[in-house]
C-alpha cells in the first residue's frame, strides 16, 4: 500500500543517513500526516469506512489535529455510530481551540481555524446533537 511505501521512504532513508537517531523533522512529519490523512479521504469517498478510519487513526495517532478527528467523526457518522461520532467531533472542536491558542507563524491558518473551521464544526455539532436524539444505538 501507499502508506508502506511511505514508511519504506523513511527506513531507506535513515539507513542513508548512517547515523542511529534521526532529527525528527517537523516538515517531514507534518508531510506524512498530510499523506496519511489524504489517504483516508480517498477510501473514505470511496465508501470504504473501516480503511479511511485507520488512515485518519494513524494521522491523529501522530499528531492530534483537528482535521483528522473531523475526518474520524465523518467516518463514524457515515456507519450510524453516532455515540463515536459525537465523541470525536467534541475532540475536533477541542483540538481546533487547542490550535487557534498555540503561537504559530501561520497566522493566516489560526484565522481560517477561527473564524471558518472552527464555527462550522460547532455548527455540525449541533445538528448531530439534534439528530442524535432521535436515534437509539
Request: glycine share 2%; charged share 35%; aromatic share 12%.
Amino acid at each position: 500500500t501507499l502508506y508502506k511505501a511511505v514508511l519504506d521512504m523513511q527506513t531507506d532513508r535513515k539507513k542513508r543517513n548512517d547515523q542511529k537517531e534521526i532529527t525528527p523533522n517537523p516538515r517531514e512529519d507534518k508531510k506524512m500526516n498530510e499523506c496519511l490523512d489524504s489517504l483516508g479521504e480517498v477510501y473514505y469517498y470511496m465508501g470504504k469506512y473501516d480503511k479511511a478510519l485507520r488512515y485518519f487513526n494513524e494521522a491523529l495517532k501522530r499528531d492530534h489535529n483537528y482535521w483528522s478527528s473531523y475526518h474520524i467523526f465523518l467516518v463514524h457518522y457515515q456507519k450510524k455510530e453516532f455515540n463515536d461520532a459525537k465523541k470525536t467531533l467534541n475532540e475536533a472542536c477541542e483540538a481546533a481551540e487547542d490550535f487557534i491558542r498555540k503561537p504559530s507563524e501561520d497566522q493566516q491558518h489560526i484565522e481560517n481555524v477561527r473564524k471558518l473551521y472552527l464555527p462550522y464544526m460547532k455548527k455540525v455539532k449541533s445538528r448531530v446533537e439534534i439528530e442524535h436524539s432521535f436515534h437509539i444505538e
